[in-house]
């Protein structure tokens, strides 16, 4: 019954409105078209002579009024023209922020992943060098190839790290097999070295190493390339949104209210505001609906970052992927003989030479990658709370743009106002946001959903669907701290070094973004340091708040989104060097006792 009688008030508002408006019509025109002309040219629309110089009678018009005019049929399809570029650049005015926010971020995290799988690439290459020199040179490829197939993974390709990580090492256990267990032997076979490698499942040579490796590899990259994914999805969201497709119903609302005032010959007189949220929430129907399928994005954007921690950090695996590497290669040099004997049990005994070894050496230089940021963790982090800061954001959108006084009388004001049809105010009530409410809407027809729109949607169910799916499966598994801290241990002891406890369920960001005020560079924190603002002033809807505010102006000294513009100082563990120093006494001893 309510809304049969909104319904009811809305039609007689219209009819009385358009009534008395047609009488003002021709009293309100003004006498000459001067002022139009100024607009005009300053729009850069057309040559000024295109708009009369007196009002005439409009009966070639199809939006704008049929009575005395300063309009002629070409100024209402160039306004027609311009009413559709002023909104999309409206649009795209208000959510700079966030696209810039989304879209630079995706770049640069997908860029410091592939950073951390590059460095530890390096490191590898570098720890061959130095301690495996005898097989170096073979191993260059095997090492390259395998980081090559992980950085694929988290780009999206459909590629297996379980299988890549058993790939690997069943190719390493011949080179160790060959130079370091029996480093006496001759070049082995083809069928001898794919004897080898089919054995390696079988005899575990690396231990129980490589499952562990390849559990901590498939958790980290998994949800690195999620992350990525959900990322590149919050730029689509974007642009798909500041690139709407007006329906004809919009373009000609869009036009009366910005542009047929001018026919009227006032070009300055702003449209009111109630007027301007009925024609904005009409032309963004299917927008508003992306809301809560916006917010529930971020939230669990919020729960999958949460978990790229401790053992499960991207940094903590691709940092000690090395050492790991090399401690398996040790387990088979300790357990070498009875390898050996295996090995020769199942594919006889090879050729062997009496002199001694050589151990080539590499020459050239190892790319370095640029170094990654002290601790990508928190600026992912502090880029969620950024991205929370953006809930509420489409809601709000018709109520952002009509709240810009450059656009819109605000309410109050409406005494001295466009109201569509005649200098006044605006009587008709303001229909509510959404596609289902626009059944109400006094100024356009809204009977289809805009089917871009509905796919963006469905995206955005299916990103959230896979990131619960994704952490069900993590918080099921027996080793799994959703603490974020280590589980057994054995991988990440001595580099988590990670003490936040957030739970990895916790759905609830803060987003508020209360970060105190900077006002002294020299004492900042290093997450203001990553945050200074630097970015153009847009407007966005805060939610909860009773006025239109900048997402600058809620947290001015710390909303760069250039979460990880800037160089840091990172530096291997002093266990690395250690351990490198250890593994190579233990294989030059062994290799001496061998030879």
Not at 34 to 47: H, I
Not at 140 to 164: C, M
Not at 326 to 348: D, F, H, W, Y
Not at 448 to 462: C, M, P, Q, S, Y
Request: glycine share 6%.
């Amino acid at each position: 019954m309510a809304r049969v009688g909104l319904l009811v008030a809305v039609l007689v508002a219209s009819f009385v409105g358009g009534t008395l408006s047609q009488v003002q019509d021709d009293a309100a025109v003004v006498p000459t078209c001067r002022e139009v002309q100024q607009a005009w040219v300053y729009k850069s629309l057309g040559p000024k002579d295109l708009v009369p110089t007196a009002p005439r009678i409009g009966h070639d018009l199809a939006v704008c009024s049929k009575g005395k005019t300063c309009c002629t049929k070409r100024m209402e399809d160039k306004y027609l023209e311009a009413s559709k570029k002023d909104f999309q650049d409206v649009v795209q005015s208000t959510s700079a922020y966030l696209k810039y926010l989304v879209s630079e971020n995706a770049a640069r995290f997908q860029e410091q992943f592939h950073g951390l799988i590059q460095k530890s690439e390096n490191e590898t290459h570098h720890l061959f060098r130095n301690v495996y020199k005898n097989m170096a040179i073979e191993a260059n490829s095997l090492i390259e190839g395998f980081h090559r197939k992980l950085s694929f993974y988290v780009n999206g390709a459909e590629l297996s790290v379980t299988d890549s990580v058993k790939d690997f090492f069943d190719t390493l256990f011949p080179l160790v097999y060959r130079r370091l267990l029996n480093p006496k032997m001759t070049d082995m076979s083809a069928d001898y070295t794919n004897c080898v490698m089919d054995l390696q499942r079988e005899v575990l040579p690396f231990g129980e190493l490589p499952t562990r490796i390849s559990t901590q590899l498939q958790r980290s990259l998994s949800a690195a390339r999620v992350f990525v994914q959900a990322l590149n999805l919050g730029v689509e969201v974007v642009n798909t949104t500041n690139h709407l497709v007006l329906t004809r119903d919009c373009t000609k609302a869009l036009l009366k209210f910005k542009y047929c005032s001018h026919c009227q010959g006032k070009p300055l007189i702003k449209p009111c505001g109630n007027y301007c949220m009925n024609v904005m929430r009409g032309c963004l129907a299917s927008v508003t609906d992306i809301n809560p399928h916006w917010n529930s994005y971020i939230d669990v954007m919020q729960s999958l970052t949460k978990g790229m921690k401790g053992m499960y950090s991207v940094e903590t695996i691709m940092a000690t992927l090395p050492d790991k590497v090399s401690e398996s290669i040790m387990i088979a040099m300790q357990n070498g003989p009875s390898l050996t004997a295996k090995v020769q049990k199942a594919c006889r005994r090879p050729r062997q030479r009496n002199r001694r070894a050589s151990q080539p050496l590499l020459t050239g230089g190892v790319r370095r990658a640029d170094k990654p940021p002290a601790n990508l963790y928190e600026h992912i982090q502090t880029f969620v709370r950024h991205l929370a800061m953006s809930k509420g954001f489409y809601s709000n959108l018709a109520e952002t743009i009509c709240n810009d006084d450059s656009l819109a009388v605000r309410p109050g004001e409406e005494e001295t106002c466009w109201n569509g049809l005649s200098y006044g105010r605006y009587t008709i009530p303001v229909v509510d946001n959404g596609f289902q409410a626009q059944r109400f809407n006094p100024e356009l027809r809204v009977d289809k959903e805009d089917a871009t729109i509905v796919n963006i949607i469905d995206k955005l169910k299916h990103i959230k669907e896979l990131i619960v799916s994704k952490m069900a499966m993590w918080v099921e598994d027996p080793d799994w701290d959703d603490s974020g801290g280590s589980g057994d241990g054995a991988f990440a002891d001595e580099y988590s070094g990670d003490s936040d406890d957030e739970d990895y369920q916790d759905s609830s960001g803060s987003g508020d973004g209360e970060t105190p005020p900077v006002t002294d560079t020299g004492s900042k924190t290093e997450e203001e340091m990553y945050f200074e603002d630097s970015t153009p002033k847009q407007k966005a809807v805060v939610p909860g708040g009773s006025k239109s505010e900048t997402i600058n102006d809620v947290n001015r000294q710390n909303a760069d989104p250039n979460v990880l513009n800037t160089e840091s100082s990172s530096t291997a563990p002093a266990a690395t060097m250690s351990l490198v120093a250890l593994a190579t006494f233990i294989v030059t001893a062994y290799l001496r006792h061998t030879l």
